[in-house]
């Protein structure tokens, strides 16, 4: 259980944000760039679960908890990537079980036949906006990944994520028929 006694500690003061080894970075650096994104990114479902019902709210609240651990294995350095009771990683489980929600919404889905913009009804924008900020996030984390470690399955679990809310997005829209698609040329 983490509890916070103080919400100011004034260490960061100075520039630098401490990381889970005691470790200090600059708040400027890639991987506290890889996490400011990632919180981005999950304030941005945030702002979309609250339009959201059921099953989809649950799944982003699920979701949000996974970015926390996505927060804690990024301010983790090292190459060593298995989880303990003092190391919170990203395993691939989580990942695998979005790509059972994104199977589940497939099958709902009417077939693409063009590329889709963000949009539709209210509830679909706000995930499309959460799934460009995921998008961001992943490459925040690539970029950190040229070079530092960065947990592989952090990052699969990442490209998913984007996955699963364009998904998401689309089934908001009645299901992929109120999709709104781009049209090529179209104000030529």
């Known amino acids: 259980m983490v509890k916070l006694n103080k919400i ?5 003061d100075d520039g630098t944000t401490g990381l ?10 890639a991987r506290i760039e890889a996490i400011g994104a990632v919180d981005e ?10 339009a959201l019902e059921g099953e989809a709210r649950a799944d982003a609240t699920r979701i ?15 190459e060593d990537f298995t989880p303990s009771a003092m190391v919170l990683r990203i395993v691939p489980s989580q990942a695998d079980w979005l790509e059972t929600r ?13 590329f889709v913009l963000p949009g539709g009804s209210e509830a679909a924008a706000r995930v ?3 799934r ?5 996030a992943e490459r925040a984390m690539t970029a950190l990944g040229e070079h530092d470690s960065v947990n592989p399955a952090a990052l699969a679990y990442v490209n998913r994520l984007s996955d699963y809310l364009f998904q998401l997005a689309r089934l908001l829209n009645d299901e992929g028929r109120s999709d709104v698609t781009w049209i090529p040329g179209a104000n030529r």
Not at 8 to 12: A, D, E, S, V
Not at 132 to 136: E, G
């Open 20 to 29: 889970v080894d005691g470790s200090r970075a600059p708040k400027h650096s």
């Open 132 to 136: 460009a900020a995921v998008r961001r």
């Open 41 to 50: 990114a999950n304030s941005a479902l945030g702002f979309a679960a609250v």
């Open 128 to 130: 499309h906006l959460a």
């Open 102 to 114: 994104i199977d589940a919404a497939s099958e709902r889905l009417t077939p693409l036949t063009s």
């Open 8 to 12: 100011y500690t004034r260490t960061g």
């Open 64 to 78: 949000q908890n996974d970015l926390f651990d996505l927060g804690a294995d990024l301010a983790t350095p090292g």
